[in-house]
């Protein structure tokens, strides 16, 4: 076992874990040709799939792992980030979802609401079986997660959508889409959330996915563009340009395990550095493991790793603490403002670090690790893709730290 490498805590989470450890190889062996072609890797998705992972946040009862650790979800995307980056974001967007519904079926359990719970059962069964998977995006152009511009309008037949959504990460492959909404009122705008299928008429993928890292994401823009969908599809989240306790847990629960991806690929980067130090030499010279910096910069990336780790494991817990602590009950404002703080902490770190020890590795393993053929290349490019998840970016975060910890709970 590698130094503070982290473990999961509970059952479901093992399983999940194991899972995910399970098909590192085969999504390491389909990365490259998706990296090189910008294609989704649909095979890797199968593997995960029949592996469980698609279910993991499904109650046992329904066939699913049961899980409910946020930890433990954080490292297991720890392990789909050694594997392929792209995959692992894509998959966080469904189990965030697919955990909420989980909830809602055990809340709808309690309540002995059989119609909700019977629909709830169907869906996961299609989720086992592959033919639900759904992709979520909160992004727009030129806007943040409190300000969607995609907007619901009620119509007699139900809600009318319009927009464009970005960065609709996993949606090539994708049966449904999770998506954050405006709902205009005289009483004051609202954001709203729905979920809905991807062949809806009038959701318009636009095939545009062209980027420096994260090829095989599928993270194309989608636009609407008259989406009909029924009353019961559109529910509300929160005021509209504000932060609620809602909104915050969204961004809180939804968003931290993608730290656990990038993780990840610094754990990957970091296994390329040493086989590449302690792997046989052709040529008449010491191994590079014998000199003395490599082993000063192996020791930094150990550092580096030892660091991101030990916060993601303690967010974790951290975490999964929160959501024991106000099970059943209303989230007060200012904790869901504190635990964001401690994610954005966290994410801070373990986004520069991860950047860091690929860098490192980069140079370790010479200019091999340059060319598109290398692994390495793919990591050093997928990196880079971590600060720019929300929320926050790299220009905001320290100043929303410093509020919080100052008293200052931001409202907007």
């Known amino acids: 076992r590698m130094s503070y490498e982290l473990q999961p805590k509970t059952e479901a989470g093992k399983k999940f874990v194991t899972a995910a450890m399970g098909v590192t190889q085969q999504l390491r062996d389909n990365a490259g040709e998706s990296d090189r072609s910008g294609e989704v890797p649909a095979a890797s998705f199968d593997e995960v799939r029949r592996a469980g992972i698609s279910g993991a946040f499904l109650p046992e009862e329904c066939g699913g792992f049961g899980m409910t650790s946020i930890h433990d979800w954080m490292v297991g995307m720890s392990r789909l980030g050694r594997g392929d980056g792209?995959?692992?974001?894509?998959?966080?967007m469904h189990l965030a979802v697919s955990r909420g519904l989980a909830g809602a079926w055990r809340g709808g359990m309690a309540s002995n609401n059989k119609p909700m719970t019977d629909q709830l059962g169907q869906q996961f069964d299609q989720i086992l079986a592959g033919t639900m998977h759904i992709c979520a995006t909160a992004t727009e152009p030129g806007s943040d997660n409190l300000h969607p511009f995609t907007?619901?309008?009620?119509?007699?037949?139900?809600?009318?959508?319009n927009g464009l959504k970005?960065?609709?990460t996993g949606s090539p492959i994708a049966s449904h889409i999770a998506m954050n909404l405006r709902v205009q009122s005289s009483e004051g705008d609202t954001i709203s959330s729905t979920i809905l299928p991807i062949e809806t008429k009038g959701v318009v993928p636009l095939d545009d996915w062209q980027a420096m890292g994260m090829r095989g994401s599928g993270s194309q823009s989608i636009k609407f563009d008259n989406v009909l969908v029924p009353n019961h599809a559109v529910n509300p989240v929160g005021p509209w340009g504000r932060w609620s306790a809602n909104m915050l847990m969204n961004r809180n629960l939804g968003n931290l395990p993608l730290l656990g991806v990038f993780l990840g690929i610094a754990e990957h980067a970091y296994e390329l550095a040493i086989?590449?130090?302690?792997?046989?030499?052709?040529k008449a010279k010491p191994?590079?493991?014998e000199l003395p910096g490599?082993?000063?910069?192996?020791?930094?990336?150990?550092?580096?790793?030892a660091t991101a780790r030990a916060m993601v494991g303690q967010m974790g817990s951290i975490a999964?603490?929160?959501?024991?602590?106000?099970?059943?009950?209303?989230?007060?404002?200012?904790?869901?403002?504190?635990l964001l703080k401690d994610h954005q902490s966290m994410k801070w770190v373990v986004n520069r670090n991860a950047i860091e020890i690929v860098n490192r590795a980069m140079d370790i393993v010479g200019g091999g690790g340059f060319m598109d053929k290398h692994p390495l290349s793919r990591l050093y490019r997928d990196v880079r893709a971590g600060p720019f998840m929300q929320p926050y970016s790299p220009t905001e975060a320290r100043a929303y730290i410093g509020k919080v910890a100052l008293g200052i709970y931001p409202k907007a």
Not at 275 to 282: F, L, M
Not at 294 to 305: D, P, R, S, W
């Open 86 to 92: 792209s995959v692992a974001i894509a998959m966080n």
């Open 151 to 161: 907007e619901a309008t009620k119509v007699e037949e139900g809600w009318l959508i």
């Open 275 to 282: 086989a590449s130090a302690t792997g046989t030499q052709k």
């Open 294 to 305: 490599i082993q000063h910069m192996i020791g930094e990336m150990e550092v580096l790793l």
């Open 320 to 338: 999964d603490d929160f959501v024991r602590e106000f099970e059943g009950q209303k989230i007060p404002f200012e904790r869901a403002h504190e």
């Open 166 to 168: 970005i960065f609709v």
């Open 287 to 289: 191994p590079s493991a």
